[in-house]
């Protein structure tokens, strides 16, 4: 069964870091595109950072130079890492299965995690 599954959510005080993870499991997730995404109640979902199949990275200007995203294949696990964390970062983090990383939206999902919650509060 085809699984996508974030975790590392969390309250973290404004500047503070965290790292999500993205565990796959019924697919060798290093032969796709994953991306990252957040959502608040009431708004549309945005995509954050793309990695590709072949590890070239991209992010949305929001999160430029504070946001990483990396793969280890062989956990089968990417993971998105979140430094200088604001309280505008507050969102539930979604990861989610993409044909490429063309674009870092969500037109070419295909399969989705259930999301994390993220909390930048003090």
């Known amino acids: 069964q085809l699984q996508l599954v974030e975790s590392g959510g969390g309250l973290v005080q404004p500047g503070g870091s965290l790292r999500l993870s993205c565990a796959a499991s019924g697919f060798t997730l290093n032969y796709y595109a994953i991306g990252w995404f957040r959502q608040a109640p009431g708004k549309e979902r945005e995509g954050v950072s793309c990695?590709?199949?072949?590890?070239?990275?991209h992010y949305a200007d929001f999160v430029k130079g504070r946001f990483t995203i990396s793969r280890d294949n062989a956990k089968n696990t990417v993971y998105l890492q979140m430094n200088s964390l604001k309280p505008g970062d507050t969102y539930v983090y979604y990861c989610?299965?993409?044909?490429?990383?063309?674009?870092?939206?969500?037109?070419?999902?295909?399969?989705w995690g259930k999301g994390t919650l993220v909390t930048v509060s003090s």
């Open positions: 990695i590709s199949r072949w590890n070239s990275t």
């Open positions: 989610a299965r993409k044909g490429s990383c063309s674009t870092i939206g969500s037109s070419d999902v295909d399969y």
